[in-house]
């Protein structure tokens, strides 16, 4: 069943500006077009589209998911290449998650050292007490 670019966003949860975007960049193939010029959709549109979405939602970037969905259009397995993609990204989220918490660590140390501090004796009027360790 053929349909029209607002239908297909229906189906898809996007946005027909969403469409035409990856349409342009070529994520998504340009489509037929009717009698009257408007865009004619297959059924197959919807499932790259929401692939895509998905894809998103991993992490993975456009250009990420267009590199998988090249070895798909070549008719190639995409499994290896998507883990190696997928394990990257992990191993990025470990390196952001370990700097997260040693953030949070110097963080509670300065909440330590504020509740520990008299607010009578900040009279530096640029530097506060709590964030000027060499004090």
Do not use: W
Request: some cysteine; aromatic content about 4%; proline content about 2%.
């Amino acid at each position: 069943m053929d349909m029209k670019i607002g239908e297909l966003a229906d189906r898809a949860s996007v946005s027909t500006k969403t469409i035409r975007y990856y349409e342009s960049i070529g994520l998504l193939a340009e489509p037929g077009r009717t009698a009257s010029g408007y865009r004619d959709y297959e059924d197959d549109a919807t499932e790259r589209l929401r692939f895509i979405r998905d894809a998103q939602a991993t992490g993975l970037s456009l250009a990420e998911i267009q590199s998988v969905l090249e070895l798909k259009d070549a008719g190639r397995n995409s499994c290896a290449h998507t883990r190696a993609l997928l394990d990257r990204h992990l191993a990025e989220l470990d390196d952001q998650i370990a700097r997260l918490v040693d953030a949070r660590e110097e963080l509670v140390q300065l909440a330590d050292r504020a509740g520990a501090l008299d607010p009578s004796s900040c009279t530096d009027p640029n530097r506060c007490q709590v964030i000027d360790t060499d004090a």
